[in-house]
């Protein structure tokens, strides 16, 4: 083999290389899992902790430059939580920390809580949940240079149910998880609270 050849060799491996792994990553994109530590999601309380659990299923590390979580009802954006770029490592468990924004905060909170009373059978509501809407939006890059999104279109209930499935990986970071899990244990009285206050 001339030294030619082997040039050209490693220069296709070269290129081929960030290639190959922009295609992975895009893959890779799409069969995270999201979740809550306890498993008894709420749109209440993700509104106000701020915080998801991700998880990685597979062996490789897997990046995206944006996460947007949107609640429509009736088409109507209720809010949405916004997560800044973030690598997970290979079947690894992380707590992401987001923004949560709304247009309005009230009105917001109203819906979310019974949205979640409805899901929990909670109580009655004035509320169609057939309406509700969640949009996930991922976006990340080809070769560190094209734009790649990935929108996962689900109604309310779809949504509860797939954060609420137990994911392949165990949070390997407790102390991130560990403000998250003891607010999940304190918010899901709130609701409980405001109802017994507001019933005749």
């Given at each position: 083999m001339n030294k030619f050849t082997i040039i050209t060799i490693i220069a296709i491996i070269i290129i081929a290389i960030p290639i190959i792994y922009g295609i992975w990553n895009i893959y890779s994109v799409e069969q995270l899992q999201f979740g809550t530590p306890n498993r008894e999601f709420r749109?209440?309380?993700?509104?106000?902790?701020?915080?998801?659990?991700?998880?990685?299923?597979?062996?490789?590390?897997?990046?995206?430059?944006?996460?947007?979580?949107?609640?429509?009802?009736?088409?109507?954006?209720?809010g949405e939580i916004v997560f800044e770029p973030t690598t997970i490592g290979p079947k690894e468990?992380?707590?992401?920390?987001?923004?949560?924004?709304?247009e309005s905060y009230e009105e917001s909170q109203y819906f979310f809580l019974h949205m979640d009373w409805e899901y929990y059978d909670e109580g009655a509501i004035r509320l169609d949940p057939s309406k509700m809407t969640v949009e996930t939006n991922f976006e990340t890059k080809i070769i560190g240079l094209i734009p790649y999104q990935k929108n996962i279109v689900q109604s309310g209930f779809e949504f509860i149910d797939m954060m609420n499935n137990e994911s392949e990986c165990k949070p390997n970071d407790q102390?991130?998880?560990?403000?998250?899990?003891i607010k999940a244990s304190i918010i899901p009285i709130i609701p409980a609270t405001i109802k017994a206050a507001t019933t005749p």
């Open positions: 749109y209440f309380e993700m509104s106000n902790s701020e915080k998801i659990e991700m998880c990685n299923p597979t062996p490789f590390f897997v990046s995206f430059t944006g996460l947007k979580i949107s609640a429509f009802y009736a088409e109507d954006l209720k468990s992380i707590a992401l920390d987001g923004i949560f924004s709304s102390e991130d998880l560990l403000p998250f899990e």
